[in-house]
DNA sequence: TCCTTTCTACGTACACCGTACACAGTACGC
DNA sequence: GCGTACTGTGTACGGTGTACGTAGAAAGGA
C-alpha cells in the first residue's frame, strides 16, 4: 500500500503550510485545532497503525472532531502527506561527522536514515516523485549533502550517489515492511507460510526442471529462517554499496 | 500508488490457479470466459492505464460482463494481482548467458528486469513481500541463478545479490514511474514545477541556511533538465552495483 | 424423460474511502 | 451594532472491493 502526494493542488497554498506562513487574520471564531495537532496526530496514527489506517474519518474522530473539519487546516490528504513528511524529516538526529572517514560518513547517513524508516514504516511508502519543499527536507537535504561532500566527488555526482544510498535505505525498509504485512495478513510467519504451502507446490512443480532455484532457495531459507532476513539483506546490501562507492572515489584519486 | 497481494485467503486455492490444475469437473454451464481472458485483460488495463485504473468494475466492463462474474474466475483481486505477475514473469524471455564474463551476466539479466518494467510498469509497485509460487516465478528465480551461478559466490550470497539486483531495479522503476505520475497530475515537467514554486521559496527559504543544497542542487537540476533524471540514475546505480559486486567477487578470489 | 446436482452469471447491497458544497454560528474591525 | 471573515459540520456523491442470494443452464442418474 502506497499513497500519492501533493502533485495536484496549489503549490502555493502547499508551500505556505510546509512554512507555515499564515495570512494571520484575526477574524472570525478562535480555531480549535491547529496544524502541528493535525499532523501530529496524524503521524502518530500512522506509525502505530500503518498508512492505511490513516483515514481523514479516523484521523479527525482521534482528534475528536468531524472529518470535514480537517479540510479548514489542510486542503486534502496529499497536503497532509507532504506535511507529514517534512514534519519527520524535520526532527531527524543530524549528526556531524566533518573530518570523519568517507565510510563512517556514509554509514552515518544510512543509519540516520534507517532509523527514521524504523520510527515511521509509513515513510517508505509514500511516494516521493518530488520531495515536499519544506524546512525539514532543506534541512535533510543539505546535512547529508554536506556529509558526502568534500570526497571528491562531482556535485552532480554527489548528488546521484545521496540519491542512490537513499534509495537502497527506502527500499529496504518497504521490502522489510511488506514481510511484516505479509506475515500479519496471513498469520502466519514464513517458515509456516512455506509449510502450508510445500505439499501441494511439491505435487505440482517438478523439482529437476529448477534445480538451482531449489538448491539455492533451501539454502537461503536454511541459513536464515526464512525465505528473506532484514538484517542479512542489510548488511549484504550495504557491502555492496559501500564497495560500490569506494570504486567510484578510487576512479578519482587516479 | 500500490496494492497488496494474497497473502490472506486460500495458498491451496491461490496455488491451485498459479499452475492452472482444475477440479475439471464437466456439469453446470459452460464458462463463457476463461482465468486467462481475465489475467490477460487485467494486464492490458494495467500496462495502458496504470494500477490505478485497474478494478474490478472496469475489468469486467472491458471483457464484457457483470462486476461479480469476475469472482467466478478469481477469489478476489489480491490473487488477481498473483496472477498477473506471475503471467508476465512466465513470458520474460530468458537469453542464455552461459559462459560469458559476470559483467555481462549481471547486465543481462538487469536489462531483462528493466525490460519487464518498462513493458509492464505496475508491477514496480505490487509488493512482492512474498513471490507468487506459480511457475513464471519459478521459472524467472531460476533463470537469474543460474546466470550469476558459477561465479565463486555461496549459494546464500547467490540469493543476496540476486535479490539485491532485482531490488534496484525494482525501485529505479518505481521512482520512474512516480516522476512520470508527478509529471501527469500536476500538468507540469519538473522544469515548469520547480518555476512555479522558485518565487515563493525565495521569499520564505533562507539560501544562505542551506548552502550545500542550494550549490548541489542547481549543479544537479542543471546537468539534466529536471532534479532527478531517470537514464542518469540508471548509469549511475548500476555501475555502483556492477563494482560493488566486483568486489564482494574479488574478496572470494583471495 | 425428468429430477437432482453443480456450476455460471449477476443484481443488490454494504462498508468503506476522499471530499464538494451549503450552511450555522462565532468573534473581530469598523 | 453590523458586516465580514472565519471555523465547524451534516449531508451527499461517486468511487472502491466484495458478501450474499438467486436465476438459470448443462450434465448425470433414475
Do not use: C
Request: no cysteine.
Amino acid at each position: 500500500m502506497s499513497s500519492d502526494r501533493s502533485s495536484a493542488g496549489d503549490p502555493d497554498r502547499t508551500l505556505a503550510l510546509l512554512w507555515r506562513v499564515s495570512g494571520e487574520s484575526r477574524r472570525g471564531p478562535r480555531p480549535g485545532l491547529s496544524l502541528d495537532r493535525v499532523v501530529d496526530t496524524a503521524i502518530e496514527l500512522a506509525d502505530a497503525d500503518g498508512l492505511s489506517a490513516l483515514t481523514m474519518r479516523r484521523l479527525a474522530q482521534t482528534i475528536g472532531v468531524a472529518p470535514m473539519t480537517l479540510y479548514t487546516y489542510v486542503p486534502g490528504k496529499a497536503e497532509l502527506l507532504d506535511l507529514m513528511l517534512d514534519a519527520v524529516y524535520a526532527r531527524m538526529p543530524r549528526t556531524d561527522t566533518a573530518g570523519r572517514h568517507w565510510r563512517e560518513r556514509v554509514t552515518t547517513v544510512v543509519e540516520e536514515n534507517r532509523a527514521l524508516l524504523a520510527a515511521h514504516p509509513w515513510v517508505a511508502s509514500v511516494s516521493t516523485g518530488r520531495p515536499p519543499l519544506g524546512p525539514g527536507q532543506m534541512a535533510k537535504y543539505d546535512h547529508e549533502l554536506r556529509a558526502l561532500d568534500g570526497l571528491g566527488l562531482s556535485d552532480v555526482e554527489l548528488d546521484a550517489a545521496l540519491a542512490h544510498l537513499l534509495a537502497f535505505v527506502r527500499t529496504h525498509a518497504r521490502d522489510a515492511a511488506d514481510a511484516m504485512a505479509a506475515e500479519r495478513e496471513s498469520r502466519m510467519n514464513d517458515e509456516q507460510w512455506w509449510e502450508r504451502n510445500a505439499p501441494l507446490l511439491a505435487r505440482v512443480l517438478d523439482e529437476t526442471a529448477f534445480p538451482t532455484a531449489v538448491r539455492v532457495g533451501t539454502a537461503a531459507g536454511q541459513a536464515h529462517g526464512s525465505a528473506w532476513n532484514a538484517d542479512h539483506a542489510w548488511q549484504f546490501g550495504l557491502q555492496v554499496l559501500l564497495d560500490g562507492l569506494a570504486a567510484l572515489m578510487g576512479r578519482h584519486e587516479r
